[in-house]
């Protein structure tokens, strides 16, 4: 291969949004200015610094120099990009997908899952770029002594990683199918989230810098710093994957990559879990997995309660033939199905939990069969829940609800039995003696545990969520019968519209 | 070719702007969409262009469904919308390397088809120039030549003409006439039904959502008349020739002009031949006989009513 083709081959494989991002960031006033007053504050910093050092008598701790005015340029970097690069990027997506003018973009033969790349790619760049304007700066601060190259690399990574995941959420805001208003209102919420974790990002640098990297107790905040990295890795994917199938057409298989993702990561973070189970000689971390997924799961849930219940040409004509891969297929694309899916992997997590931390787990403080069956009846609740909306959507409220509104009945449920009554007991009864019969009676349909692991399991409260869940598994087995009985591949092609309409002739 | 519309629906909460729409048209036709404004012209091209979904119902285009497959849909569809690029900080070219990198054209075919396109459409002289600093016909022709880029069968026009001076939009009406003379299939909205005429082999007539008339122009034009309108220019005797023709059988009304009259005559094309022969015996030495066509105009008066949705 010539090298005019290897040119032409990279050129075509550049994601074309990072080109045009790209192009209009260095020319746009807003990205230069910022980039400019970033650099100038900088300057102005590096300046003081090495006049006040040079005031400050040797009797001064001259090593805390360097430290302290690395860690003054990095808080000046790393404020100035996250006001910059996920503001920039979410506004974008949010013009770009607003109601009333969808770009042009998104009806060429692009694929949404390049455009999410590419926006993300370019927001990756965009503070690569003010990452190295500012590195002269930052490592200027290791000939001033007081910091090693190896804490500026790893406080320099961590915060670029962290504003490109801040990225990642905002493109996640911009692109949701909601209003301006709603959007705007929901950036400034997650906005004053990410500044507050921005100073405790600040704190943790300052901190890391303090000790370095090869004092003492470094090796478990490095270990820490790994976790909360593959933490963030996970849900930026898994937003970068929402992101993609909001952008989709409503016919495309839009759940399964959703989907298939959620149940390799359950996979994936379950070794990890396992891995710290071993490490630490306690099953915390096994817990805290355990927790985490059934949040996730029990969210699936509530979508997929509400997904479509016939399938398009689209999906059907992949749909497979084999009936081993057909139920596969049924639980992972987008439909009904995913209901069986999310209460498949419920249970599989609890029991994967409870095995583990019963046969196998390291013997430790933890009241394991107390957390066990909170999360089972966690589980069975957010079941019962999902069951009885749908039951609900599909009959007495058929009419009034559509069907990608199933998770406002939860909504509605969950504020009428979880949150009212145990309320409502509250104030009637006196707790001061723990909790009362009526307030243990309140808070059964409630999904989360409200008494300490100590106070023991109340029997009552298992048995009747057992129940109900079971009762609202069993009262839409025939619905789930039905949609995966509808669920298979045409036998003919699909029907073509000729005939149907009539040339140029009013049918109006 | 050819373009299905089939019962389009689209709500907007409990405003529905299209309310089945049904129609179809193949290669080579230039379609004028027309209606009031608020009449669902916009929203039934969005849907077309893919920037919408229906509420319900279907568009085919080459046997592509717009709802099932939108994304191969795409590929045969290019789409100039009423509001012009909103991109700042990028020049004409970016814009246009950006978009046929965006239709996945390879390197060394994007430069040759780019350079065509802006010539084609008189753009290489502001290639260079930023889309923000651009005038609204530029803006236009850039839009245009954005469509053009991957060489679609179909192109979707929504109001492409509002704002242009005469000059551009006789450039536009030459420019749509190729492209008709190539191939492709047009849907082309615009409020002034004149020039419409002109280019359009057939229209859809819109209004509150609904289809109210469309087919053939000629077809369109001619069976809504039942009175036909005939200029009639004699060479001289312009009172005599008036008077005849009021005495004649089928004439409903006479209007005379500086050297014309303007008769509105209810007759067969058999029995307007027996007027001419009859006024010609009658003495009356004639220069011009001729039936005028009914225009869009016409029409869309007669059956559209100015309601909204």
Redesign the interface.
């Known amino acids: 291969m010539t090298l005019r083709e290897w040119r032409?081959r990279i050129?075509?494989a550049?994601n074309?949004i990072v080109?045009?991002e790209l192009?209009?960031a260095v020319?746009?006033r807003f990205v230069v200015t910022v980039l400019v007053l970033s650099l100038v504050s900088q300057m102005i910093i590096v300046i003081g610094a090495m006049i006040g050092q040079r005031l400050e008598s040797m009797s001064v701790e001259r090593t805390a120099v360097g430290a302290g005015l690395f860690m003054t340029i990095f808080s000046v970097l790393f404020f100035g990009s996250i006001m910059l690069v996920p503001m920039y990027s979410g506004f974008r997506m949010m013009?770009e997908r607003s109601d009333s003018?969808?770009d042009?973009?998104?009806?060429?033969?692009?694929?949404p899952r390049n455009v999410v790349a590419g926006k993300i790619l370019s927001a990756a760049v965009i503070t690569a770029l003010i990452f190295s304007a500012s590195v002269p700066f930052l490592v200027f601060s290791y000939v001033l002594r007081g910091i090693d190259f190896i804490s500026i690399a790893i406080v320099t990574l961590a915060g670029y990683f962290f504003i490109v995941s801040q990225s990642v959420l905002a493109l996640f805001v911009g692109a949701l199918p909601a209003s301006r208003p709603f959007k705007l209102l929901l950036g400034i919420g997650l906005f004053a989230i990410s500044i507050t974790t921005s100073v405790a990002m600040s704190a943790f640098a300052a901190q890391f810098i303090r000790f370095g990297v090869t004092a003492p107790g470094a090796r478990g905040m490095t270990g820490g710093l790994a976790a909360v990295v593959a933490l963030a890795l996970i849900a930026d994917l898994l937003l970068a994957f929402l992101t993609t199938a909001l952008i989709s057409?409503?016919?495309a298989n839009r759940a399964l990559p959703i989907r298939l993702f959620l149940t390799i990561m359950w996979l994936v973070s379950l070794g990890i879990a396992i891995w710290a189970v071993i490490d630490n000689a306690s099953v915390g971390a096994l817990l805290v997995w355990a927790v985490g997924e059934l949040a996730i799961i029990s969210l699936v849930l509530f979508s997929a309660i509400g997904e479509r219940e016939e399938w398009?040409?689209?999906i059907a004509r992949t749909i497979p033939r084999d009936p081993l891969r057909r139920f596969g297929a049924f639980l992972l694309f987008s439909g009904g199905g995913g209901t069986i899916w999310a209460l498949l992997m419920m249970a599989a997590t609890i029991a994967t939990f409870g095995s583990i931390a019963y046969l196998g787990g390291p013997a430790d403080s933890l009241n394991v069969p107390r957390y066990l069956m909170w999360l089972l009846e966690g589980a069975l609740c957010i079941a019962g829940y999902a069951g009885t909306a749908l039951l609900l959507r599909r009959t007495i409220l058929t009419r009034r609800v559509p069907a990608r509104a199933t998770w406002a009945i939860v909504l509605v449920l969950f504020v009428l039995l979880a949150i009212l009554p145990p309320l409502a007991a509250f104030a009637l009864e006196d707790d001061s003696q723990g909790f009362g019969i009526f307030i243990r009676i309140a808070t059964i349909p409630n999904p989360f545990p409200m008494t300490s692991p100590e106070a023991g399991p109340w029997i009552p409260k298992t048995i009747a969520l057992c129940v109900w869940a079971a009762l609202a598994i069993v009262v839409n087995v025939e619905w789930a019968r039905t949609l995966f009985a509808r669920f298979r591949r045409p036998n003919g092609e699909?029907p073509?519209?000729e005939g149907?309409?009539?040339?140029?002739?009013?049918?109006? | 070719m050819r373009v299905e519309v089939s019962n389009l629906r689209k709500e907007f909460g409990r405003t529905v702007a299209v309310d089945g729409v049904s129609f179809s048209f193949s290669s080579g036709e230039v379609i004028g969409f027309v209606g009031p404004n608020g009449a669902g012209k916009t929203t039934t091209m969005r849907i077309l262009a893919t920037l919408d979904e229906p509420t319900s119902g279907d568009a085919v285009v080459d046997g592509v469904s717009l709802v099932q497959d939108p994304e191969e849909a795409r590929t045969l569809i290019g789409f100039v919308p009423d509001a012009l690029p909103t991109h700042h900080d990028i020049t004409v070219h970016e814009y246009l390397d950006f978009f046929a990198r965006a239709y996945r054209i390879p390197f060394a075919r994007r430069v040759r088809v780019i350079e065509r396109i802006e010539e084609f459409t008189n753009l290489t002289g502001i290639r260079q120039k930023n889309l923000k600093s651009l005038s609204k016909g530029m803006n236009q022709r850039v839009c245009l030549a954005r469509a053009l880029l991957h060489d679609p069968k179909v192109l979707i026009l929504d109001e492409p003409a509002a704002g242009l001076d005469p000059r551009a939009r006789i450039e536009l009406r030459e420019l749509i006439r190729v492209f008709s003379a190539q191939g492709k299939a047009i849907l082309m909205s615009s409020h002034i039904l004149t020039e419409l005429s002109e280019i359009c082999t057939g229209a859809v007539i819109i209004e509150r959502g609904r289809v109210l008339k469309a087919g053939n122009l000629d077809d369109l034009l001619v069976t809504d008349s039942e009175v036909r309108t005939i200029v009639i220019r004699p060479l001289g005797g312009l009172d005599a020739l008036h008077r005849s023709l009021l005495e004649l059988p089928g004439t409903r009304g006479v209007r005379a002009g500086d050297d014309e009259l303007t008769v509105q005559y209810a007759g067969s094309d058999a029995e307007a031949s027996d007027l001419l022969a009859e006024l010609v015996r009658r003495g009356h030495r004639i220069a011009e006989f001729h039936q005028q066509r009914a225009n869009l105009e016409q029409l869309f008066m007669n059956v559209t009513t100015g309601g909204v949705q």
């Open positions: 032409e050129n075509d550049i074309p080109v045009k192009r209009q020319r746009g013009s003018n969808v042009l973009l998104f009806i060429t033969t692009i694929r057409p409503p016919s398009g040409p689209r699909t073509a519209m149907i309409v009539p040339e140029l002739s009013a049918e109006g």
